[in-house]
Structure formats: C-alpha cells, structure tokens
C-alpha cells in the first residue's frame, strides 16, 4: 500500500512537470520561431540605409571593389610583390575617377594608397589627373567656364580629401616633374590657403617638405601681389642646372632696394597675420617664417603696436622654431612693461627646458636682458632652476650626505652650449673689453655670441615717442645684471666647488668656472680647483674612466688650458697679498712636482702661465732653476717648453 502510493505519487509528479512545461514552451513560441520579421532589427535597417545611400554616390559600382583591395593593401605583414600588383589593380579601377573619390570622406584613402604604395609613373599620372595638368583638359575648363578652375587647390580646403595632397607632397617629393605640377597649380592660391583651417597643414608640409628654391615663387605671394608678379618675372627657366639659378631675395633685401614699397607690404602681411591668429595658427612652422620676415621690414613701433599685444600670451608656441624665437625677441625688445610680463609668464616652468632647446633660449636671455622688474624675473624664471629636474620629494630626516652629494641642479645647464650662455652673460659686465692679438679691443661678453645671436640681442633697443627716440627700458644694464646675478651666486659657486673636474674639461663649463673664479673670489673655490687636480692626477691611466677622464686635468686637452687661463686672469687682476690666491695654493701642493709637470708639453704650458702670477713668480723660477737645462733641451720640439722657458728668462 505503501509502495503503491510511493508509485503513483512519483508518476503524478513528472506528469505535472511535463505539462508545466510546455505550457511555458507555448507561450514562447510565438517570439522565438525563426521568420522573415526578425531579421529586420534596427542595426540591420542602418546597414541597408547606409548602402542604400552609398549606391547612389558617383562611381559606387567602382568604390565598393576598391575598398576591399584597399583594405588587403593595406595590410602590414604583405610583400613589395603583393603590394605593387594590388596597387596596380588599384590604380586601374580609379584611373580616370580620382578627383570625384578623392572627394568623398570614405573614399579618399583609395587615392592616397596608390601615392604611397604605387610605383613613379602610377604616382605620376595621379598627381598629374588630380591637379588637371593635361593642357587640353585645362583649355576645355577655361572654354566652357563650368570645370573646376584649380581642383588642388579645392582639395587642400576639404577635411578628408586634403590627406591626399599630403599623400602626394610626402611620397613625390623626389619626382622633380611631379614638385613642379604640384607648385604650378598652388600658384595664386597661397593667400587663401595659408590661412585657412584646413589649408594650412598642406601649406606647413609643403615647406617642410620641399626644397626652398621650389617653393620660393609660393612664398613670396604671401607678401603681396607685387612680389608674385616679380617671382613669376624671375622664375629660373632651367630646372636641370644646380647651383647655377640665382635665388630669389628675401623681403628684407628686397624692401631695402625698394623702400617705397614697405608701407604696402607691411600692410598687406598685418592682413594675413590677422586672418592666421584669428585661426590660431602659431603653431605652424611657416606662419613663424612669415612672422619672422614681417619683423624684419616692420618698424619697432609696427611691432610695439601691432604685433606684441598678439602674440604676447603665445610665447611658447613660437619658441619651437628659429624664426618663431626670433619674433618673441623682438616683442620682448620692443613691448610695453605689461606685454613683457604676459611673456614672462608664459615660460613659467619652462626656463630650464627653454635654456636647453637650440632656439629657445635666446627667449630667456632677451627677456633677462630687457626686463627692469628683476624680483619678478626670479620668480617666474630662475627659481626653477634651484630644484632638480629628476628631484624626487623625500620623507622628512632624510640623510644630509646625500645632500651634500646631490648633482647641482644648473650642472646639465653649465655643460649645454645653449644654457650656459645665460650664466656668461651675468657674470661679464658689458663694458668688459679684451685685448686681441692684433692690439685690438673688443667687448668681452660678444665672444660668447655669434654673430646671429649679437644680432638678436642687440643692445638699448628704442621706440619713436613724440618723434624722439625712447629706450624701451629704463633700469641701467650694469644695475640689472648685478641684481639678477644676486639670485644666482648660491648657484654658481656651488656647481663651481661640487663638479669642478667636470667644468675643467668642458669647453662651456670652463668659461663659467673662470667667471665664477674671477667675480667670487673664496679659499672653497681654489682648493677645490687643486683638489680636482691632484684627484685626476691619482686616477690617471686607470682603465675604469672613459677616453676623456684617462689623462689628469694637467695633460687633459681642455683641463690644462683651463687651468692654464685662471692663472693668467690672477696675474692681470691686482690682488693684495692677504687675498686668497689660487696660484699660492697650487704652488704649496705641487712644489714637488714642478720638474715632471715641466717635462710635458701641456704640463709647460700651465707653469708657463702659474710663473706669471707676480706672488708666485720668484719661488716658482727658484724651483724650476735645476731644470732649466732640460727644459732647453725640450724646447726643440715643445711649444710649451719654449714658451716656459722664455718666461724664465723675462725680468
């Protein structure tokens, strides 16, 4: 009885379950069986859209194969074989359509694949098809008046279309026929194209890109429609010949020949750079070039007036280039004290960077040069330069050794070519002279400089106030140098005493140690001046240092002449006898070893310049007297020799 229920009850069980079942699949039924309806989801209904759309394009039935031959092409593991012969099914199914596939947003990377991976002629005839240079294409335009005047230049002006004449500037550059179809059909149009949004990275790659002699006829358009007529007047005819066409003159030479003509070219080039800043076009190398030549004809009051409240707040944009720092020189020359302080502040954090780039840095010794508020020049520019560029934030209690041996945070600054210069030209005074060999004097802080920088920072820089000439700054130059060179005496002589032997044998370190030396006079410099020596002395020939560091400062190439150079400038200088003497601590250290040093040509050279030192001189001559002989004897074939032995024999 028992069993029997157990039975019946499991067999009701199930069956109850069954029917649970399939009422549920019934009701399910209806959603899920597969029908005609389902497939039109809404994703499915776009995708028909969008081909629905595309098939009524121009030259759809051609696109549609293209982008799958483009889509092989462009893939990155494939062969030079299987990319010349998809390139060349390419380029046959475009032939003859690339200005109307060009133009379409989807389409045009077909067209800048065949520049890039198509052979010279495939190349050729698609440059040539894109810019209508078949002459009977071009009568039918100007015949029937409906054709496209110039379809490059239309190409430059649209979104996706103009990353195929990149394309075309990037990959025929070489091909000289291709350069002259590209720069004969961009003729007339760079005054529009070079500011417009679009236009301008065709413009900015065009001049990276090719040659200036070829795009010299372009530029000159952007000064006025007097110079495209004079570029196309002298257009060299003989594009096989090198080096024999002259070149077309800059703006300025041809202002300077033709001064009734700079009103209206300064005029017209304000027109331009208007329309360029109201499109924030600083960035561009080329618009920096134009800038840079607008300078170059403008008067100071022009760019007082015109160009400094512009470009005052994009500083830093322009820095990037020669021509760009150039213009920022200017402005900070010429601007008015609240112009200078918005440049100022834009190289906030950026000094060390600026100092260190092969341009920039004439930005930051104009500014240091022509700015009377030299409590806001430290605070803005050389405070960054107290904290090291890796510094890391340590805890508190950190270990004062590792202080004490921390690099000096000016160091990379001293050794650059660049940075160091702005060192130099604090600690020289502007009315120092040298004397040359010849008996001629010059200023002492332009041999630092060449001739470009002289230019650039070219001194007492003057406006026209009431038709006299003003000074556009009003502090003395002495007055300021001095105040800023406060700030950064900690600095200097702290690099000066850490890395000595490193400033020694560099060629810009040395210049800045012998400054230092001579404006900071202090028994911690000297001796580590000897210290280093007689330290390298100790590691000399040791295979573990690198080929400059095998010979002592005394035999170094550069470290001698150093040496050789602080004591000449303690000879010249009139120091009392109480005074520390670099030459007395020196000679107190190697008073020994005068004879070995005086055996080397280098070695002789520095004794040559230590016998000078009038406090030294007697001793050193008494020491050098036992060797006298053998310094006759080396005379023969030394230099140095023969130069220390005619300061021993000098009364």
């Excluded at 195929?164 to 990959?171: D, F, G, R, T």
């Excluded at 040791?542 to 150093?562: A, F, M, R, V, W």
Aim: proline content about 3%.
């Amino acid at each position: 009885m028992t069993a029997k229920s157990f039975t019946e009850k499991g067999k009701h069980t199930p069956k109850h379950n069954s029917k649970h079942n399939d009422s549920n699949k019934k009701r399910k039924h209806p959603s899920s069986a597969p029908s005609s309806a389902s497939h039109e989801t809404p994703a499915n209904k776009k995708r028909a859209l969008k081909a629905e759309r595309q098939s009524h394009r121009r030259h759809a039935s051609t696109v549609r194969p293209a982008k799958e031959i483009w889509s092989a092409l462009r893939i990155k593991s494939n062969d030079a074989a299987t990319n010349t012969k998809l390139c060349t099914e390419l380029y046959g199914m475009l032939r003859g359509k690339m200005m109307e596939v060009a133009m379409q947003h989807d389409a045009s990377r077909m067209v800048q694949a065949v520049l890039q991976f198509g052979d010279g002629e495939e190349r050729l005839e698609t440059v040539r098809e894109l810019c209508c240079s078949n002459e009977d294409g071009n009568k039918e335009q100007s015949s029937g008046g409906g054709g496209v005047v110039n379809n490059l230049a239309e190409l430059c002006k649209i979104q996706y279309a103009h990353f195929v004449v990149l394309k075309m500037i990037k990959y025929c550059a070489r091909d000289e026929e291709c350069v002259r179809l590209i720069v004969k059909n961009l003729k007339k149009q760079m005054t529009k194209l070079a500011v417009h949004s679009v236009g301008s990275r065709v413009v900015e790659l065009l001049f990276a890109t090719f040659s200036a002699k070829s795009v010299a006829p372009l530029k000159l358009e952007l000064y006025g429609p007097q110079y495209a007529l004079f570029a196309t007047a002298n257009t060299p005819t003989d594009t096989t010949a090198k080096g024999n066409t002259p070149a077309l003159p800059s703006l300025a030479s041809f202002i300077e020949n033709n001064p009734d003509k700079r009103e209206s070219t300064v005029t017209h080039l304000q027109s331009i750079i208007q329309k360029g800043l109201d499109k924030s076009l600083t960035g561009f190398s080329y618009f920096h070039s134009l800038l840079s030549d607008y300078v170059s004809v403008a008067s100071p009051n022009d760019i007082r007036d015109f160009l400094c409240p512009a470009l005052a707040e994009h500083s830093l944009h322009l820095i990037s280039t020669r021509a760009g720092t150039r213009v920022v020189c200017d402005c900070a020359a010429y601007g008015t004290v609240k112009e200078r302080k918005k440049i100022l502040k834009c190289f906030k954090g950026y000094t060390r960077s600026s100092l260190l780039h092969r341009d920039a840095y004439l930005a930051i010794l104009r500014l240091m040069d022509v700015m009377d508020d030299t409590v806001l020049v430290n605070k803005m520019l050389l405070a960054e330069l107290h904290q090291n560029p890796d510094e890391k934030k340590t805890e508190d209690g950190g270990d004062d050794n590792e202080e004490e041996n921390e690099t000096s945070p000016i160091l990379d600054l001293c050794l650059s070519d660049t940075g160091s210069k702005m060192f130099l030209l604090l600690l020289i005074s502007k009315d120092d002279t040298v004397s040359s060999n010849n008996g001629k004097s010059t200023k002492k802080w332009l041999k630092n400089l060449d001739p470009y920088e002289i230019e650039v920072l070219h001194r007492n820089p003057c406006v026209i106030e009431n038709e006299e000439s003003v000074p556009t700054s009003k502090k003395e130059e002495e007055t300021r140098r001095s105040e800023l060179l406060v700030y950064l005496k900690e600095l200097l002589v702290g690099v000066c005493t850490k890395h000595t032997e490193e400033l020694m044998r560099s060629k810009t370190g040395s210049k800045i140690l012998l400054e230092v030396c001579a404006q900071f006079r202090s028994e911690e410099l000297f001796s580590a001046v000897v210290e280093a020596c007689i330290d390298s002395m100790k590691d000399e020939g040791s295979t573990e240092n690198s080929e400059s560091q095998k010979y002592s400062i005394l035999e170094d190439p550069i470290g001698h002449l150093t040496l050789k150079h602080l004591f000449l400038s303690e000879a010249k200088s009139d120091e009392d006898d109480d005074e520390e003497s670099l030459a007395r601590m020196f000679l107190s250290k190697f008073k020994n070893k005068l004879g070995d040093l005086a055996s080397t040509n280098r070695g002789a050279f520095v004794l040559s310049a230590l016998i000078q030192v009038p406090s030294v001189k007697k001793d050193v001559s008494t020491i050098l007297k036992g060797n006298k002989k053998d310094i006759a004897k080396f005379a023969k074939s030394a230099a140095g020799a023969k130069v220390l032995l005619e300061s021993m024999n000098a009364k």
